[in-house]
């Protein structure tokens, strides 16, 4: 019988670090292999959390480096970044995604171990997060309401593999309950796929329906559904988390991180700063790379200021390459000049006055809107 690897890669941001401390609090039955993918280009601050995360767990957190990046005395993405003559990746050229991340990655989970990764996105987001193209990784997603990924859901509702959700449902329900199910599986569905919206649709309404039916019923029903198939899952006799019906929001993540001592990424603490007499607070929302080109203007700023040593170690990839900016059509020479760091200040501010009904001490609340932009990879 092939042995299911349980995994879980800690990003440095919140989110990952709650659901690491959530499965280790809920299912000590589960032997979770904790890993961080190293860019060489995080804050400090990234690194004391991964120390406090193992301090918790009582266990390593395996620090994995892009193989071809293994020898060189270069950090990781110096490495790439010269290997690649000087090209810096962009949101639509994410070489760092692919090299420092998702390879090292999938090299570490290797292409024979049946492998259940564990992502911490929240029941209050509205994305799909990575899903691996390696048919040996299944990606669980235990604070949303649905644990499943979309490639699961897709062909479960084929009508093909329909009898055996079936079969489950027949086991354990009855009369009208029963009724509905057979209406959800039996309502329309296409798989063209220049109708790839309404294939998501019609999924949403099979989806949402059976779960309001019971989400237990409808976990254990995709779980014999995977019996018969090669997923991950389907090694394993049994699988804890179906009984889970919890969903975690973004209150609950950081209830978690202060309760059990390992803290709050310190790039999160709002910290004061003064425009024309007036006050406002500005922190970072996301981990990853200092210099990472997803991150808005203030975040910048607060770089710059708070500091100064990575924001000049980010302007050295701009002067090594005429016309390359880290943020669209503007320099960081021309952002930190002081009239433009005072109109970035003014307008974050009447961005953050404009939410007041957010009480919330955590600016990453405040960059709500924005906070679902960028990498599942680096920042969950
Ligand atoms: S944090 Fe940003 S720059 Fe770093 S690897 Fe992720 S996407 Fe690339």
């Not at 059976?210 to 559904?225: K, R, S, Y």
């Not at 709002?270 to 607070?281: L, R, T």
């Not at 943020?327 to 003014?346: A, C, F, T, V, W």
């Amino acid at each position: 019988m092939n042995k299911v690897k349980h995994v879980l890669g800690i990003s440095g941001g919140k989110d990952s670090a709650a659901l690491a401390i959530y499965l280790h609090e809920k299912y000590p039955q589960i032997d979770f292999t904790y890993y961080y993918t190293d860019t060489g280009k995080e804050l400090d601050e990234t690194y004391q959390l991964l120390e406090n995360i193992e301090i918790y767990l009582g266990k390593k957190i395996e620090h994995l480096v892009a193989h071809d990046a293994k020898e060189s005395s270069e950090n990781p993405f110096d490495f790439f970044y010269k290997s690649f003559r000087g090209y810096v990746p962009s949101p639509t050229a994410r070489w760092c995604t692919n090299m420092m991340k998702l390879q090292p990655f999938e090299r570490f989970v290797g292409d024979e171990t049946p492998t259940v990764s564990y992502v911490g996105i929240r029941g209050d987001e509205d994305r799909e997060g990575y899903i691996s193209k390696k048919d040996n990784i299944q990606s669980i997603f235990p604070f949303r309401k649905n644990m499943w990924s979309e490639d699961v859901l897709h062909k479960l509702f084929n009508p093909k593999n329909q009898s055996v959700v079936l079969d489950y449902y027949n086991s354990v329900f009855k009369g009208a309950k029963l009724d509905k199910v057979v209406e959800l599986l039996n309502s329309e569905i296409t798989f063209e796929r220049h109708q790839r919206l309404a294939t998501e649709r019609q999924i949403k309404h099979k989806l949402n329906g059976l779960m309001d039916l019971g989400v237990i019923d409808f976990n254990h029903a995709t779980f014999q559904f995977l019996k018969g198939t090669e997923y991950p899952l389907s090694f394993e006799d049994d699988y804890a988390l179906l009984d889970n019906e919890d969903v975690l929001i973004r209150d609950d993540v950081f209830r978690i991180l202060r309760e059990s001592g390992v803290g709050i990424p310190a790039y999160y603490n709002k910290i004061e700063y003064e425009v024309d007499g007036q006050k406002g607070e500005y922190a970072r929302s996301r981990s990853g790379c200092f210099f990472c080109f997803f991150q808005q203007k203030i975040e910048w700023i607060w770089l710059y200021e708070q500091h100064p040593d990575k924001f000049k170690e980010a302007m050295t990839y701009e002067n090594a390459k005429e016309g390359f900016t880290w943020n669209q059509y503007e320099s960081l020479k021309d952002l930190i000049e002081p009239e433009r760091i005072r109109q970035i200040k003014l307008d974050h501010l009447k961005r953050t006055n404009s939410k007041k009904s957010d009480d919330s001490p955590y600016l990453l609340d405040i960059l709500d809107d924005t906070e679902g932009d960028g990498c599942t990879a680096c920042f969950i």
